[in-house]
Each structure stands twice: as structure tokens, then as C-alpha cells.
């Protein structure tokens, strides 16, 4: 594990072969492969697969599955339960100052977790936390259901893409990735492609609405006004000094920021992703991006 490249170690991890695999993280993916088949019971075949003869001996009993399980459950505790601080003086004859919004609060966040089903994803990112050391939420405004999604990601699909002198344990990437493989489909005539959803931090900008190029990929384009003009979204202001565009927050209000969340979703085919690009260079060109029925970025989320 300490060279996924060695040729025996491709045989275990095929799926790492693959050309857009950047290099920095094949170890990451590789431990993540091996901590799976401890959990799964096939330690003995991942042996057997890079060279160990008597792997398939092995007797495998399910311990480190039950390990994983049980230090799970110390960590979770028999419930989770969302609580906002001063609802539950709600209730009292002499009720704190704030304590009816943090109750009201409390109660639409509750409403909220029973739509997300939010327990059961709660569990789901924690366990695979417990096998890998790591797992990853999202939260995605969607429009058609008026409320924020939230998601759980296998860390095998999140690659974060740190600029030259950035990565910092204090710090949060920029711009971070959900990348993985879609097989082909003869019968509705797709090809093997190769799915990357990104967030990414950025100035915020002009307005942009659907578009679609000469060869029928969808895109996202400026929107210009009459005299060719930038047309800034809704509710977005201009500063006239600094230029920049600033928008303001629910959740920050009297406090402008100039700094949006960028989502993008694309797909491209895995005979044009050639030895040339890895995850974090795909051909912009060459992409097909997904949108939802407002134009937006279509929602995230594994299709497999």
C-alpha cells in the first residue's frame, strides 16, 4: 500500500488505474480499499490478489466489522438530537429573552432533520468516519424543494484541489471535488464517462443563465444587458470603488461579502480524459455540463 503503483497493487486497486487518478492521492484511495476489506471480510482475497498464495486460508470472523460498529455506537449514543440553546425555557412562566426564536428555531430544524433523514445519513458518514478516518457532508440549496439538501460522500469520491502553498491543517480548501466513474451503457447508448462535481469559493459575479453550445453541450453564460453591459443577479450591488460585486446573506445580514460558493456539474468522456489530464485538469471543452429544470447546476449526488 505504501506504492499503489507497484503492479501488484494495481491488480487490488484496477479502479486507481485510471489516468485522472492524480498521483497525490493514490495512497489515500489505496488505504481507503484496504480498510473496506478488513470491514467486508475480505482481507484474505486483497491478500491473495497482490501475491500472498495463502490468503484465501485465511478465517475471517468479522471482527474488525464489529469493532467498527461498537465504536460507532459510543460515539452516536442510543439518539442524536438537534438542540438550539434557551428552547427549552420556552415554556416557563418567566421565559428568557429569545428563548420563543431559538424554540421556533428548533422546531423547523427538527422538521428539517426528519426531511433530510438526517440520523440515518448522520450514521452513514460517521461509520465510514470510524473505518477511514475520514467522511464528508454537503449542504446544497435546491430549489424545487425550497430547502437544503443534505449528503453523504464515500472519501473515496472527495479529492480537495489545494493551490501551490495553501494547504494548511488550519485551513479549508478553496476548492474541493466529487469525482468518479460511470460504466457504459449500450442500451441507452452512453459511453464510460467520468462525473466531477466541484465547489468552489470565488469572487461573485454576473449574472449567468443556461446555454448551449454549437455541438449541443450545455453550458452556463454571462448575461449581458442592452449595451453589452454585465447584468448583475438580483439583490447584488456593485461597489464603485473596489469594482467588485457584493451581496448580502440571510444568515450574515449588515455584513456585504464578496464571495460566492460556485457549483458546477459536468461529465466527460473517459476516452477524451487521455494520460494529459488528471482530476484537477479535465479539457473545459470537452465537458457536458448537467443543469436542473432552473438552469442551475444539477444536484449532487453518486449515480452509480
Not at 473545459?284 to 449532487?300: H, I, K, Q, T
Request: aromatic share 8%; glycine share 10%.
Amino acid at each position: 500500500m505504501a506504492d499503489p503503483d507497484r503492479p501488484a497493487n494495481l491488480r487490488a486497486f484496477p479502479e486507481l488505474a485510471g489516468s485522472w487518478v492524480p498521483a497525490a492521492d493514490m495512497r489515500r484511495l489505496a488505504a481507503y480499499k484496504l480498510l473496506a476489506a478488513y470491514d467486508n471480510n475480505q482481507a484474505g482475497q486483497f491478500a491473495a490478489v497482490t501475491g500472498d498464495h495463502h490468503g484465501l486460508e485465511r478465517r475471517e470472523l468479522g471482527d474488525p466489522s464489529k469493532l467498527i460498529d461498537t465504536t460507532l455506537g459510543y460515539l452516536l449514543g442510543a439518539e442524536q438530537t438537534i438542540v438550539v440553546p434557551g428552547a427549552d425555557h420556552a415554556g416557563n412562566d418567566k421565559p428568557t429573552p429569545g428563548a420563543a426564536e431559538a424554540a421556533d428555531l428548533q422546531e423547523r430544524l427538527r422538521a428539517w432533520a426528519d426531511k433530510e433523514l438526517w440520523p440515518l445519513r448522520i450514521q452513514q458518514a460517521e461509520r465510514c468516519a470510524v473505518r477511514c478516518g475520514d467522511g464528508v457532508f454537503t449542504l446544497a440549496w435546491e430549489p424545487a424543494k425550497q430547502r437544503v439538501l443534505l449528503r453523504t460522500y464515500d472519501p473515496g469520491f472527495y479529492f480537495p484541489e489545494w493551490d501551490e502553498g495553501e494547504q494548511d491543517s488550519s485551513e479549508y480548501p478553496s476548492r474541493v471535488h466529487f469525482a468518479w466513474e460511470l460504466p457504459a451503457d449500450p442500451l441507452r447508448g452512453l459511453k464510460a464517462r467520468l462525473r466531477r462535481i466541484t465547489y468552489e469559493l470565488g469572487p461573485i459575479g454576473a449574472a449567468t443563465a443556461p446555454g448551449v453550445t454549437e455541438d449541443g453541450r450545455a453550458i452556463r453564460e454571462q448575461v449581458v444587458g442592452a449595451e453589452g453591459d454585465p447584468v448583475l443577479t438580483v439583490g447584488d450591488t456593485l461597489d464603485a470603488v473596489t469594482g467588485s460585486v457584493q451581496r448580502t446573506y440571510p444568515w450574515a445580514p449588515g455584513h456585504p461579502s464578496t464571495t460566492a460558493c460556485y457549483l458546477s456539474d459536468a461529465e466527460w468522456l473517459l476516452e477524451d480524459v487521455g494520460a494529459a489530464h488528471d482530476l484537477y485538469s479535465l479539457p473545459p471543452d470537452r465537458a457536458a455540463y448537467r443543469v436542473r429544470s432552473d438552469g442551475g447546476p444539477g444536484p449532487p449526488g453518486p449515480d452509480v
